[in-house]
């Protein structure tokens, strides 16, 4: 380990992994009880250290006079740098008193100009190299923060803290910023290629387990089905058309309080014998599952005494007002649990088990789960875990934990939870993120390319959009159907399959909310029959996705992925980002315009390249495809299986 202690700071330098340094620094001394993604160093590591400098297999780290500098071992060529300080600028790191006990702390790293910056979650700025931008570290809906970026330079960076702040991709400088936190804690890998350094940070944040089977066919969703028997009804006319479906979702208010986490017997009388005959259908049911709790809530007074709920720095709980049932269009206080603490986390699960669970109900929608708090109420937070400002941005990854645990204590070995938010690392807790509630525009579609490409660069292998997108969308519009259609083509592509939203016309935002029809025979004779064949291609490539979930399990391979993944050493892959790869065989051109005849498709070098829909073989090289509404240009490596 490198120690250097000055008057303004004590900075550590430490292997973590086999070719990785955890890097701390703090005023006075070093915590190790801070909340973070980093838990235990990954085994075989193998440092050399002479004096100052540290080799530690692929990262050589070198602190001189309190500044750092990493290095590709066998080649010398600087990775990354702090930066050097300005005259009477206090050094590439800040820690200034904010009086509390806490700071306010910054890292100041190099720029580069001949940089490219990918992963850090999910961002709806349409960009998928991020050099340049300045990303708030927050979660909100739409927007998921997960502060590890992946360089072109061939290193990948962890800010180990989960604080609100921000991050600044400035080309004359990289700066980390919390708002309030004790200490900087960041981790740096380096890799040879993309695929080692995202091997590396899942063996440091954790692997992400196997998902079930079914998980990779087709979800239908909508908001919402407000009735048991509304729920059947589409899965029993999916299976008389001969559809597959894997999965049917009981959206929100399918309860009658907030914080009940039950089924209303009003409107789902007998939920046991519904989730045995979808298992008969061979459908398993996902239920929503948010973590409000209004004070008529049956569990509101227990979690109230035990201290499960999340308080207010201004004294009393944090509540933020949302519908209820029976108030017609009135929205009431709802206070929130505190995932935080690990017996909230238990008495939840107590509650998911007896009323779902043990009905059968193995799968999970962690919806809102950043928590859905304004801007300000968020800052007001006070978890068990510490103030908003400094840990709020783990909720969503300590809420999905308490999923994972539970239900990997009743004996289900492969969990899987359906989250608006997570973290560094939520990974290993079965996390499947989906982007939020997202317009229906080409322009949001668009976005979701990209914004899946990073968040798969981020550690998270399983993502998907609302096919459709969420606010909207008239299912009787000729133009609309153009887009669901373009939509849904692109999303059996997608490591998760799943059509949802709001469609129009629909109510106002109430409890008893319901959109127009949203299922494969609502768009038109002509829709339904692609809609029809895209659904058994998503069948036939079950067998391919559950290999790729092993890759992702072992070795912390993404799924969905730029072309960069599989192409490092193809310089115009690392620009193409309205492209990608599902897994290292299949690469997708979806159609992001409207009244599109063809498109532009690159396809990477050392390889050739079939067409699915035609048989035509490529040489790589720039393409022009043909888009007929019936398909998207899709593309097999020659000679691969995955299609078989």
Known sequence: MIIETGPQEILHVEPWGPHAFRVRSAPHAIRHDLPGALTTPPAGARPQQRGSTMVNGRITAEAEAGRLRFFHTETGRELLADKQPYVWHQGPRVHAPLGDGGYRIEQHFRAYDDERIYGLGQHQHGLLDQKGCVLDLVQRNTTTTIPFLFSSRGYGLLWNNPAMGRVELAHDATRWVADSAHQIDYWITA????????????????????????????????????????????????????????????????????????????????????????????????????????????????????????????????????????????????????????????????????????????????????????????????????????????????????????????????????????????????????????????????????????VALSGIPWWNSDIGGFHGGDPSSEEYRELMIRWFQFGTFCPIMRLHGVREPSGPFTAGQTGADNEVWSYGERAYQIFREHLFLRERLKPYLMRLAEAAHERGEPVLRPLLFDFPGDERAWAVDDQFMLGPDLLVAPVLAPAAAGRSVYLPQGTRWVELATGDVYDSGTIEAATPLERIPVFVREGSDCLL
Request: glycine share 10%.
């Open 191 to 454: 890799g040879e290629s993309p695929a080692q350094i995202m091997a590396s940070y899942a063996d440091a944040t954790g692997h992400a387990p196997l998902i079930p089977d079914w998980a990779a066919g087709f979800w239908q969703s909508k908001l919402r089905y407000r009735t048991q028997a509304e729920l059947l009804a589409v899965a029993r006319r999916h299976k008389e058309l001969g559809l597959p479906l894997s999965a049917i979702v009981a959206d929100y208010f399918h309860w009658e309080r907030m914080g009940d986490w039950s089924f209303d017997p009003e409107f789902w009388p007998d939920p046991q014998a519904m989730v045995k005959e979808l298992d008969q259908l061979g459908v398993k049911l996902v239920v929503s599952v948010w973590p409000t709790v209004e004070a008529d809530s049956d569990n509101y007074p227990e979690m109230r005494a035990a201290g499960h709920l999340v308080s207010s720095v201004e004294g009393g709980l944090l509540t933020q007002d949302w519908p209820a049932k029976g108030r017609g269009e009135s929205f009431v206080p709802s206070a929130y649990y505190d995932a935080t603490v690990p017996d909230a986390r238990r008495k939840l699960w107590r509650e998911l088990r007896e009323h779902y669970f043990d009905l059968g109900v193995e799968a999970f929608w962690l919806d809102a789960c950043e928590p859905d708090l304004t801007p300000r109420r968020a800052e007001q937070a006070l978890y068990g875990a510490g103030p908003g400002r400094q840990v709020g941005n783990m909720y969503g990854h300590y809420h999905a934990r308490g999923l994972h645990d539970g239900l990997t204590e009743a004996g289900v070995a492969r969990p899987l939870s359906l989250v608006r938010s997570c973290w560094a690392g939520s990974q290993r807790y079965g996390v499947a993120l989906w982007s939020g509630d997202i317009r229906p525009t080409w322009d949001a579609l668009a976005t979701q390319v990209r914004t899946g490409l990073n």
